[in-house]
């Protein structure tokens, strides 16, 4: 079952950062960044990683920068936590 989150919650953050991207460029309203850095503290360290890198959006930000590298290794802690 916390697999299935964990897919679902990474997929929903690269899938969001890639939006936010798209809606960036047509200058529409967009996905607030609060709601972007809180993905990350739920699980979704991972795409929203992916999101930042393939997409190149907040890329340039440093709060992004520090703030998913630390939750990636936050999470990957505990992943390791869990499997051993």
């Known amino acids: 079952m916390l697999g299935v989150y964990i897919?679902?919650?990474?997929?929903l953050a690269f899938f969001l950062y890639g939006f936010d991207k798209f809606l960036a460029k047509k200058?529409?309203?967009r996905i607030s960044e609060k709601i972007l850095l809180f993905l990350s503290?739920?699980?979704a360290a991972y795409g929203s990683f992916l999101g930042i890198h393939v997409f190149h959006h907040k890329s340039r930000k440093l709060l992004f920068?520090?703030?998913?590298f630390c939750m990636f290794m936050i999470w990957s802690g505990?992943?390791?936590y869990l499997m051993v």
Request: aromatic share 22%; hydrophobic share 65%.
């Open 7 to 11: 897919l679902f919650i990474n997929g």
């Open 27 to 29: 200058s529409l309203f």
């Open 41 to 43: 503290l739920l699980g």
């Open 65 to 68: 920068k520090v703030w998913n």
């Open 78 to 80: 505990i992943f390791i």
